[in-house]
């Protein structure tokens, strides 16, 4: 093993050029196949904690290199050099002289032949929801503290020598049961079994009335690996006080566990409605959930979910199983989701309620508009640029720009592959490539904008657009069903694009919209209506909230012969 790893050493040396580099060995303890992925070498100068887990948007975020590999033969070497992409800093020349602690993940792609006739290799959420630095098989190395100077040709010598391992699966109790299922709709897009899950929260009494049909509260989100803010019993006594740095609270760990219980205290209280709650887990090869809608790159995950699991949950669990006693609640990514979902299957949900929703109107795509900007990063004028920025705190300071969050995942992966927030819009919203990977928005590196793809994207995903065309056919069927909350200081600006979907709300007619938007007097991401609480409480009531609030209202929105007594025991 040491002669071949000499060698090939040698063979990849006149590459590397005037300046240190890497060799990543493949060892084959670790692998008795060749492997496709991305090699990601990370360098920190925190010296504690591992490197993979200090890479962010922020100021504080540590460096990453990342190269595409395939066929990787186990035995052998891989060499990061001066031409492997990077984040913050672009090229290893550029690199500050000094310590540092590195570490190597090779995150694994599988190979996917789908139904359109491309085949694709793509990292398969495996149970983490697609966090490349947790996903169960990938291969990575120990923290190694070394000395950095690009000016010296060196290469510094790492072997990949641990597997993440697997994630054990949620167990059953009383209240909170698991379902997976097999979609024959995305088996069939992406040509291998694919699944759907769900976190099921019973109501109170659900093994006592064995005759009471329930209706079905649908919380979207991002992938959860449990029913969220669930406990049975009171916070740890021993619980070690952590630090919230994004809400300035010690001991913020310990406000989560009393919440937690105490929504198990009120579910299980007389006065609470009694309804299946449910957290979906739709995590895909591009991202830890599908957006919830059919999409040219992901497949029919709106069919799936509304017709294959949505009647199989509501058949083991005693739904309702009707439109009018479906409803949907969800912050951020389930903001947009729930919303998305409501406009484009109108007969079987009744209602949605849209919190801090991705951007819902794209002449407001966070900072950027789609139709009018020719790049994404900058504002242009004859003689100067100026960055969009991409996050921000409640006083309005920035700290990474959108050009930032974009090569930050460009480092993760290319083709749309990193995992993060820019990637899958672009994959659920674009159509597919040429080489059949999603077709870019703009390009990842200058941030031009494809003005083709922003048309495309218009037609098809462009909520209030969308609900504007085609208010005529389905108005009625939305009429007092839409609710979208956001804070006017959303760190990602996501209140931009609810502002001008308001304007365009208010002037719908035959019918009227009879829909509430509201907003959170300095209120971050993700504010959700609550008024009386601090956005670090509310953000831990969505069930409390919006289950309460619908009981209510759904007595005005159903059908005539509804049973809307039998659950509320």
């Known amino acids: 093993m040491k002669a071949l790893y000499s060698t090939l050493l040698a063979l990849f040396i006149g590459t590397v050029g005037i300046s240190q580099s890497f060799s990543v060995l493949l060892p084959d303890s670790l692998s008795k196949k060749k492997l496709d992925g991305r090699l990601l070498i990370l360098l920190s100068k925190k010296h504690t ?9 922020g100021v504080a975020s540590q ?24 984040y913050p800093v672009e090229k290893i020349n550029d690199i500050k002289a000094d310590a540092y602690t590195v570490q190597v993940v090779f995150h694994l792609y599988e190979t996917f032949k789908r139904k359109d006739g491309h085949v694709l290799k793509l990292p398969m959420d495996r149970g983490e929801g ?26 510094n010598h790492i072997t990949l020598t641990k597997v993440i391992p697997p994630i054990e699966e949620p167990k059953d109790s009383k209240y909170i049961k698991h379902i997976k299922i097999q979609s024959k709709l995305l088996t069939a897009f992406w040509g291998r079994p694919m699944f759907l899950g769900a976190h099921i929260l019973l109501p109170e009494g659900w093994d006592t009335h064995p005759d009471v049909k329930y209706p079905l509260a649908i ?22 006080p952590d630090t919230n740095s994004r809400f300035n609270l010690i001991g913020y760990n310990k406000i989560v566990q009393q919440e937690a219980y105490d929504f198990y205290k009120q579910w299980t ?28 790159n992901l497949g029919p995950y709106g069919d799936a979910i509304t017709y294959e699991l ?38 079987e949900y009744n209602g949605c309620y849209s919190a801090c929703p991705d951007p819902i109107d ?53 083709k749309s592959r990193s995992g993060e927030q820019f990637d899958i819009w672009e994959a659920v919203y674009s159509p597919v490539g040429k080489d059949g990977y999603p077709e870019r928005i703009f390009d990842k590196y200058t941030g031009e904008i494809n003005k083709k ?70 209120a971050e991401h993700c504010w959700n209506g609550d008024h009386s609480q601090p956005n670090h409480i509310s953000r831990l009531r969505y069930n409390q909230m919006f289950i309460k609030k619908w009981a209510e209202e759904v007595k005005k929105r159903k059908p005539a012969n509804a049973d809307v007594t039998s659950w509320r025991y």
């Open 49 to 57: 904690g591992e490197p993979r887990f200090q890479i962010s948007d």
């Open 362 to 414: 794209f002449n407001h795509y966070t900072t950027v508009n789609i139709y009018k900007d020719q790049n994404a990063y900058y504002k242009e004028g004859a003689f100067k640029k100026t960055l969009n920025p991409g996050h921000r705190d409640y006083l309005g300071h920035v700290s990474s720009m959108v050009k930032d969050m974009n090569q930050r995942e460009l480092a993760l992966g290319t």
């Open 130 to 155: 697609q966090h490349w630095n947790l996903a169960p098989g990938n291969l990575f190395s120990a923290p190694l503290k070394l000395n950095f100077n690009p000016a010296n040709k060196k290469t």
């Open 219 to 240: 919380f979207h989100g991002h992938f959860p690996d449990d029913f969220g803010g669930w406990r049975t019993t009171p916070p740890d006594e021993k619980l070690v």
């Open 269 to 296: 209280g007389p006065d609470f409605p009694r309804v299946i709650a449910i957290e979906i887990q739709h995590a895909n090869p591009f991202y830890d959930d599908s957006y919830a809608v059919n999409s040219a």
């Open 63 to 86: 460096q990453i290199f990342g190269v595409d590999i395939e066929n990787w033969e186990p035995g052998t070497i891989k060499i990061i050099n001066n031409s492997v992409f990077g």
């Open 453 to 522: 793809v922003a048309a495309y994207w218009k037609e098809n995903y462009d909520l209030a657009h969308i609900i504007k065309r085609d208010w005529s056919k389905i108005g009625n069927k939305l009429a007092g069903k839409i609710h979208i909350y956001v804070g006017d200081m959303d760190n990602y600006y996501l209140n931009n694009a609810v502002y001008t979907a308001e304007d365009m709300i208010k002037k719908l007619e035959n019918p009227v919209c009879n829909c509430e938007v509201d907003y959170g007097d300095r």
């Open 310 to 347: 949505i009647p199989e949950i509501e058949k083991r669990f005693r739904g309702i199983g009707e439109g009018w006693a479906r409803f949907m609640y969800g912050g951020s990514t389930g903001g947009w989701e729930v919303l998305a979902a409501q406009v484009f299957y109108p007969d």
